[in-house]
T-cell receptor, first 117, second 114 residues
């Protein structure tokens, strides 16, 4: 099966600093990766869609200057939370879809628990 | 716009009994439908999907789901629940009419007790 690895799984940072989260497709190429945010006991909220080699498409209400997304290769997308604040504390999950398969399910990373103190 | 409804926040079932987790959807075109399971502090694991063909879809860990177009439903089922099935279950839909976006339901917490 397709494996998506997300790193780190857990991070604690100080308010005002930036944090980078990596999402890698380990055994397949992903033209499209998705970044979600999940609040406790709530569903996944799509933040942005990133396509390799182009700018990410952000969902309404998501600050693109705060949540920087880079999809530099077919196997790696990164989400950088800039100038983090306690309200950015959340569970962030990435997913990836394989190249060439139009009906494939998305494969999810294991998530990153971000705590801003 | 596409949407998914999971009407039950929590489902409790005794081990060995059948379980059903409900999901209804709304899309403008034909749907791709998915079920995912999430364990605490983990990402989502794929269980099964409906793309086309047979309305009854079989997936991982003995789970199955039935696509019902007239009722716009895609309920998740398992004939005999296990305690290890206790987790958070998400239904998701993607509109085949365009776009990559997966829309998730609010999730249903399944609790299987001895």
């Amino acid at each position: 099966g397709a494996v998506v690895s997300q790193h780190p799984s857990r991070v604690i940072c100080k308010s005002g600093t930036s944090v980078k989260i990596e999402c890698r497709s380990l055994d397949f190429q992903a033209t499209t990766m998705f970044w979600y945010r999940q609040f406790p006991k709530q569903s996944l909220m799509l933040m942005a869609t990133s396509n390799e080699g182009s700018k990410a498409t952000y969902e309404q209400g998501v600050e693109k200057d705060k949540f920087l997304i880079n999809h530099a290769s077919l196997t790696l997308s990164t989400l950088t939370v800039t100038s983090a604040h306690p309200e950015d504390s959340s569970f962030y999950i990435c997913s990836a879809r394989r190249v060439g398969l139009s009906d494939t399910e998305a494969f999810f990373g294991q998530g990153t628990r971000l705590t801003v103190v | 716009a596409q949407s998914v409804a999971q009407p039950e926040d929590q489902v409790n079932v005794a081990e060995g009994n059948p379980l059903t987790v409900k999901c209804t959807y709304s899309v403008s075109g034909n749907p791709y439908l998915f079920w995912y399971v999430q364990y605490p502090n983990r990402g989502l694991q794929f269980l099964l999907k409906y793309i086309t063909g047979d309305n009854l879809v079989k997936g991982s860990y003995g789970f199955e789901a039935e696509f019902n177009k007239s009722q716009t439903s895609f309920h998740l089922k398992k004939p005999s629940a296990l305690v290890s099935d206790s987790a958070l279950y998400f239904c998701a839909v993607r509109d085949t009419g365009g776009g990559n976006k997966l829309t998730f339901g609010t999730g249903t917490q399944l609790k299987v007790e001895l």
